[in-house]
C-alpha cells in the first residue's frame, strides 16, 4: 500500500513557476513509476508527465514540454513536478499518481495509487 501527499501548488502569475512535490509512504518508493496528471473544471483527467524507476527515462504531455520537468528523489521518497512559463490553461488540480514496476502507459486507468490532488491556478 502507497499513500501519496501532493503539495506545492496555489495562485500564480502567468509565465510564472511553481514546483510541486509528491511524498509517498511506505517502502520500495523505487520500484514504482510515478506520474502526474491533472484535471481542469469541466474536464477530463489527462496525462501531464511520468518518470520511470531511477529517474533516467520520462515522458511529457506534448502543450507542457520543455516548460515542464517531472524528477523523482529515491532516497527522500518524492517526485517532483517543477512548472515553468506558465499559461493559463496549466490550471487545474494537479495529481501524483504511482504505479509498481516499470510502466510506459499514459492512461490514468493503469495506475494504482493517487494522491488527493493539490489546485494550481494561473491568473492573467
Known amino acids: 500500500q502507497v499513500q501519496l501527499v501532493e503539495s506545492g501548488g496555489g495562485l500564480v502569475q502567468a509565465g510564472g513557476s511553481l514546483r510541486l512535490s509528491c511524498v509517498a509512504s511506505?517502502?520500495?518508493?523505487?520500484?514504482?513509476?510515478m506520474a502526474w496528471f491533472r484535471q481542469a473544471p469541466g474536464k477530463e483527467r489527462e496525462f501531464v508527465a511520468r518518470i520511470n524507476l531511477n529517474g533516467g527515462s520520462t515522458y511529457y504531455l506534448d502543450s507542457v514540454k520543455g516548460r515542464f520537468t517531472i524528477s523523482r528523489d529515491n532516497a527522500k521518497n518524492t517526485v517532483y513536478l517543477q512548472m515553468n512559463s506558465l499559461k493559463l490553461e496549466d490550471s487545474a488540480v494537479y495529481y501524483c499518481a504511482a504505479r509498481g514496476g516499470t510502466w510506459y502507459g499514459q492512461s490514468e486507468s493503469y495506475y494504482t495509487y493517487w494522491g488527493q490532488g493539490t489546485q494550481v491556478t494561473v491568473s492573467s
Open positions: 511506505g517502502r520500495s518508493f523505487g520500484t514504482y513509476t
